[in-house]
T-cell receptor
Framework: AQRVTQPEKLLSVFKGAPVELKCNYSYSGSPELFWYVQYSRQRLQLLLR??SRESIKGFTADLNKGETSFHLKKPFAQEEDSAMYYCALRAGSARQLTFGSGTQLTVLP | DTEVTQTPKHLVMGMTNKKSLKCEQHMGHRAMYWYKQKAKKPPELMFV???????INESVPSRFSPECPNSSLLNLHLHALQPEDSALYLC?????????????FGEGSWLTVV
C-alpha cells in the first residue's frame, strides 16, 4: 500500500526567506505526485504535479525517485503563502489520491 | 468553468434527521469523489464514482449513501449520523484519463451533527 509522509506539522519562516516543505512517499510502482494547497476557509487547490515540471507562484518540486521524495521549495517566501500544504500520491491506475498529513506554513512579516 | 459546486455550504442536522449533500460539475468529468476532512487533517477518501458507477467504497458506514444520478451530479445521502461524523465533506471530480488527470475539489460542505 502507498503512503505519504510529511514530517513537519508546522513550519514558520520569515518573509523573503527560502522555504522547503518535505514530502516522502512509499510506493512500489511508479507514482504520480502532487502538491495541493488549502488557504484558510478555501477549497483545496492543485499547486503542482510532478509530470508538469512547472513553477506555480514561485514554487517548484522535483521528484527524486532514489530518495522517494517530492519536496516543495520556494526561494523567497511571501506572507500570502501562509496556508496548509498537502502532498498527495496517486498510485498506478488508481483514481483516488492518498494525502500526507499536511504542513501548516506560516510566513512571518 | 473549472468549478466543482457543493451545496449546502453549511448543514446542521440531528442524529435522527435525513439530509443530502449535493455536488455538481460541468467540466465533462467522468470520475467523481467524496472525501471527508476533519479539522487540520488531510482529506480521507469515502467513495469514487467512475462513469456513474460506484467503483470504490472505502468501508464507509451505511449511514452514508452516495448516489450519482448523472455524469454531472453526485449526492451524499445522510441518515442517522453520529456527532463524530461532523466534518467538512469534499466533492471532487476528474477526467478519467490517467496521464492528464487533475482532481478538482469543491469548497466543501461543513456538516455538524448534534
Amino acid at each position: 500500500a502507498q503512503r505519504v509522509t510529511q514530517p513537519e506539522k508546522l513550519l514558520s519562516v520569515f518573509k523573503g526567506a527560502p522555504v522547503e516543505l518535505k514530502c516522502n512517499y512509499s510506493y512500489s510502482g511508479s507514482p504520480e505526485l502532487f502538491w495541493y494547497v488549502q488557504y484558510s476557509r478555501q477549497r483545496l487547490q492543485l499547486l503542482l504535479r510532478h509530470i508538469s515540471r512547472e513553477s506555480i507562484k514561485g514554487f517548484t518540486a522535483d521528484l527524486n525517485k532514489g530518495e522517494t521524495s517530492f519536496h516543495l521549495k520556494k526561494p523567497f517566501a511571501q506572507e500570502e503563502d501562509s496556508a496548509m500544504y498537502y502532498c498527495a500520491l496517486r498510485a498506478g491506475s488508481a483514481r483516488q489520491l492518498t494525502f500526507g498529513s499536511g504542513t501548516q506554513l506560516t510566513v512571518l512579516p | 468553468d473549472t468549478e466543482v459546486t457543493q451545496t449546502p455550504k453549511h448543514l446542521v442536522m440531528g442524529m435522527t434527521n435525513k439530509k443530502s449533500l449535493k455536488c455538481e460539475q460541468h467540466m465533462g468529468h467522468r470520475a467523481m469523489y467524496w472525501y471527508k476532512q476533519k479539522a487540520k487533517k488531510p482529506p480521507e477518501l469515502m467513495f469514487v464514482y467512475s462513469y456513474e458507477k460506484l467503483s470504490i467504497n472505502e468501508s464507509v458506514p451505511s449511514r452514508f449513501s452516495p448516489e450519482c444520478p448523472n455524469s454531472s451530479l453526485l449526492n451524499l445521502h445522510l441518515h442517522a449520523l453520529q456527532p463524530e461524523d461532523s466534518a467538512l465533506y469534499l466533492c471532487a471530480s476528474s477526467q478519467e484519463r490517467t496521464d492528464r488527470d487533475t482532481i478538482y475539489f469543491g469548497e466543501g460542505s461543513w456538516l455538524t451533527v448534534v
